[in-house]
C-alpha cells in the first residue's frame, strides 16, 4: 500500500537553510505536495511538483524530486522564525486521493 | 471568502455520546474529505465525498458515519464516542476536475476531547 515517511523533527537557526526529506512509495503518483501547518491552524497548500519535473523553485523554497528513489525534499533558504510549523508532504495517487506523511516539525531559534 | 469552515472548534464528550461536526465549502469544489490528525500520525482519511451524493469510506472509517448533505456541507457524525476518537479533525475539499493539481483546501479544524 501506499506508505510516505519523514523525519519528525527538524531545529535550525534563523538565517541557515532548512531541508526536510521525504520518502514515498507510490511510483504513479501524479503530483507530490508539501504544506505547512501552523499552530492551530489548518494546513495550507505550500508548493508542488509534477511527477515529470526534478525540481521546483519558488522563491526562497526549493523543491527537489528523484522519482528513481522516491524521495522528495524541501528546501527553505534562510530560514526565518516565522517558517516554524510542521510540514506535511504528500502523494496524489488513484483518483487524485492524497496520502499524507506524519509531518516534520521545524524549530528556528533565533 | 470564507473557504471551508468547520465547527465546532472545540467539543468535550463523555464517553457513549453521540456528535456531529459540521463542514461547509464556498468555493464550489466537487469532494470533501475528512481526516483525523493524531501526533506523529499525519493525517488519516475517515471519509470522503467524491461528489454531491456519494460517499465513500477512507483508512479508518470505523465509528464514524457521514452526510454530503448537498454541494457545500459535509459532516460527520460520531454515533458512541470512544477515548480513541480523541484527535483534532479536518475537514477539506478540493476540485477534482483534470485541470488542476488536487490542491485540497483544509478547515481550521475541529479539537476533539472524548474522556
Known amino acids: 500500500g501506499e506508505d510516505v515517511e519523514q523525519s519528525l523533527f527538524l531545529s535550525v537557526r534563523e538565517g541557515d537553510s532548512s531541508v526536510i526529506n521525504c520518502t514515498y512509495t507510490?511510483?504513479?503518483?501524479?503530483?507530490l505536495y508539501w504544506y505547512k501547518q501552523e499552530p492551530g491552524a489548518g494546513l495550507q497548500l505550500l508548493t508542488y511538483i509534477f511527477s515529470n519535473m526534478d525540481m521546483k523553485q519558488d522563491q526562497r523554497l526549493t523543491v527537489l524530486l528523484n522519482k528513481k528513489d522516491k524521495h522528495l525534499s524541501l528546501r527553505i533558504a534562510d530560514t526565518q522564525t516565522g517558517d516554524s510549523a510542521i510540514y506535511f508532504c504528500?502523494?496524489?495517487?488513484?483518483?487524485?486521493?492524497?496520502?499524507f506523511g506524519g509531518g516534520t516539525r521545524l524549530m528556528v531559534k533565533p | 471568502n470564507a473557504g471551508v469552515t468547520q465547527t465546532p472548534k472545540f467539543q468535550v464528550l463523555k464517553t457513549g455520546q453521540s456528535m456531529t461536526l459540521q463542514c461547509a465549502q464556498d468555493?464550489?469544489?466537487?469532494?470533501m474529505y475528512w481526516y483525523r490528525q493524531d501526533p506523529g500520525m499525519g493525517l488519516r482519511l475517515i471519509y470522503y465525498?467524491?461528489?454531491?451524493?456519494?460517499?465513500d469510506k477512507g483508512e479508518v472509517p470505523n465509528g464514524y458515519n457521514v452526510s454530503r448533505l448537498n454541494k457545500r456541507e459535509f459532516s460527520l457524525r460520531l454515533e458512541s464516542a470512544a477515548p480513541s476518537q480523541t484527535s483534532v479533525y479536518f475537514c477539506?475539499?478540493?476540485?477534482?476536475?483534470?485541470?488542476?493539481?488536487?490542491?485540497?483546501?483544509f478547515g481550521e479544524g475541529s479539537r476533539l476531547t472524548v474522556l
Open positions: 465525498s467524491a461528489s454531491e451524493g456519494t460517499t
Open positions: 504528500a502523494e496524489s495517487h488513484a483518483g487524485n486521493m492524497l496520502t
Open positions: 507510490d511510483s504513479s503518483s501524479t503530483y
Open positions: 468555493m464550489n469544489h466537487n469532494s
Open positions: 477539506a475539499s478540493s476540485d477534482r476536475s483534470g485541470k488542476n493539481t488536487g490542491e485540497l483546501f
